[in-house]
């Protein structure tokens, strides 16, 4: 209701400017229904720019002052090439009115300007981005081998975690749900270990994007404000990234490249898990999860053999061997 009234306050002041001042040698009438017209407008847009909720405290008092500066400075100008009396006094009343009320409006919803130490904080970690540091997702958090691969010292630079990522991994620390709510609980614990234990500095970045609301979206525009890496374990996130041109490091990819090769016709040796799809197979895996599937091997489920590498094909998810186990190589 309060906002309502304050349009009208406003739509009623530069309607009376129009009519005492008339633009452009218009009769009283008519000026005062231009610029009812013009002050809807301008509601209407604000209306448009207005779609979230807006905290009024630094930013509506520097967007306000910011646009009492910018309305005069509009108006002076329109005095210098202007020579109706009239209509130079109502441009530069209704500069003076409309500039105000945007600058208020606009200006509260930034959260830049409802902090002065954001400024200088956005600015300090633009600049120490530069192409070292690794914003790390929730996907990569949970999963947990980021802390191993640190702990390595094959990953230089920083370790940046959003502050709205803490929030998604809070979110589902608390979740009702038990599996989602003991994966959270063991990113919060891969987090503390790589504050304690890294070698690398691990940062919480209090940049967000009130904007957007998509967290994905957040993570690329601070990959690109930053100059930083995304770390994800992700598809969609990288495959999206990569197309904005941010370089992503995949974990699943390192995985994969870091598994052993196997060649056709090399002796392995492997535990049959399971049994197979096919008649008289068993399934066994290697340390890194490699799924290995064994011809003439179901009888010897439970026991640890060698056998002869036939074949290895290449997956979406992975490598997948397949192999023959023949007696005559005990």
Known sequence: MGIFIFRLIIIMLVSLTGYFFPPFNLQSLYGAI??????????YLEIKIRQNKFNI?????IG?????ILGWILGGIYQTIANDNSTTTFIRIFFLIIMPYIGFLVGSRKFEWRDPSQVFRFLREKNTGSGSSKILDTSAIIDGRISDICDTSFV???????QFILKELQLVADSSDGIKRQRGRRGLDVLDHLQKSSQLSVNIS???FPEIKDVDSKLIELAKHMGAKIVTNDFNLNKVAQLHGIPVLNINELA????????????IRVFILKEGKEKDQGVAYLD??????????RRMIGQTVDITVTSVLQTTVGKMIFGRYNEEII
Not at 256 to 267: Q, S, Y
């Open 34 to 43: 231009l610029a009812f017209v013009l002050s809807v407008a301008i509601i």
């Open 57 to 61: 405290i630094w930013g509506a008092t």
């Open 64 to 68: 306000g002052l910011s646009g009492v």
């Open 156 to 162: 230089e630079g920083t370790l940046i975690v959003p």
């Open 206 to 208: 209090e940049i967000d």
């Open 256 to 267: 994969n490249a870091l598994k052993p090769v196997v060649l056709p016709g090399e002796t």
């Open 288 to 297: 890194d999860g490699t799924m290995v599937v064994v011809d003439n091997s």
